[in-house]
C-alpha cells in the first residue's frame, strides 16, 4: 500500500570546539506515500551524555566512541561501513552477540523512557534464531532496516 511507505532524508551535522566533538545532531525528513512529511530532530550532546552516563551504574561508552555506535543507528544503511565497528563497540563481553543489556546500556541518552521491553520489541524483527541476541549479520539486518532510527525516535 502506498500509504504505509515512506522516503526518509537524514542529515548528520557534528559540532566541534575545536577538534573536540561536543553535539552531534541528527535531522529526518520523512516524506509518506500519502503526501504528509514530517521532520525529526535528534540532538546528542556531549556535556548531556557525559553527566547521565556518570550516573548509571553499567559500564558506559566514552562520548566519542557512543558516536560510532550512534552514527550507523541514526544513518542507517546510509552508514553501512560502520555497523562492524559499532557492532564490535556495543559486544560489551566480548561475545559475538549483543544482548539486550548492552543494547539498552547505550540507549538512554537518545531515549531516555525507553526500556528493554521496547528494545527486545525490535530485536525480535531481525533475530533469526530466536536467542534474543543479536549477531552481527541481525545488528546489520537491525540497522539497514531503519530499525535503528525507529527505536531513537521512540517508535514501536
Given at each position: 500500500?502506498?500509504?504505509?511507505?515512506?522516503?526518509?532524508?537524514?542529515?548528520?551535522?557534528?559540532?566541534?570546539?575545536?577538534d573536540r566533538?561536543?553535539?552531534?545532531?541528527?535531522?529526518?525528513?520523512?516524506?509518506?506515500?500519502?503526501?504528509?512529511?514530517?521532520?525529526?530532530?535528534?540532538?546528542?550532546?556531549?556535556?548531556?551524555?557525559?553527566?547521565?552516563?556518570?550516573?548509571?551504574?553499567?559500564?558506559?561508552?566514552?562520548?566519542?566512541?557512543?558516536?560510532?555506535?550512534?552514527?550507523p543507528f541514526?544513518?542507517?544503511?546510509?552508514?553501512?561501513?560502520?555497523?562492524?565497528?559499532?557492532?564490535?563497540?556495543?559486544?560489551?563481553?566480548?561475545?559475538?552477540?549483543?544482548?539486550?543489556?548492552?543494547?539498552?546500556?547505550?540507549?538512554?541518552?537518545?531515549?531516555?523512557?525507553?526500556?528493554?521491553?521496547?528494545?527486545?520489541?525490535?530485536?525480535?524483527?531481525?533475530?533469526?534464531?530466536?536467542?534474543?541476541?543479536?549477531?552481527?549479520?541481525?545488528?546489520?539486518?537491525?540497522?539497514?532496516?531503519?530499525?535503528?532510527?525507529?527505536i531513537t525516535?521512540?517508535?514501536?
Amino acid at each position: 500500500m502506498a500509504n504505509d511507505t515512506y522516503d526518509i532524508r537524514v542529515d548528520e551535522t557534528l559540532h566541534k570546539n575545536g577538534d573536540r566533538i561536543v553535539e552531534a545532531e541528527y535531522v529526518y525528513d520523512e516524506v509518506r506515500g500519502s503526501g504528509d512529511a514530517r521532520t525529526y530532530r535528534v540532538l546528542v550532546k556531549r556535556q548531556d551524555y557525559e553527566r547521565l552516563a556518570a550516573t548509571i551504574t553499567k559500564p558506559t561508552l566514552p562520548f566519542d566512541k557512543f558516536l560510532k555506535v550512534l552514527r550507523p543507528f541514526m544513518l542507517g544503511r546510509h552508514a553501512a561501513d560502520d555497523i562492524p565497528e559499532a557492532f564490535r563497540l556495543l559486544d560489551a563481553d566480548y561475545s559475538g552477540t549483543i544482548d539486550i543489556g548492552e543494547l539498552a546500556a547505550f540507549m538512554p541518552v537518545i531515549v531516555p523512557d525507553g526500556n528493554p521491553y521496547m528494545l527486545l520489541h525490535h530485536v525480535e524483527k531481525v533475530d533469526k534464531n530466536h536467542d534474543y541476541k543479536l549477531n552481527l549479520a541481525e545488528f546489520t539486518d537491525l540497522i539497514n532496516r531503519g530499525v535503528g532510527r525507529d527505536i531513537t525516535l521512540g517508535r514501536l
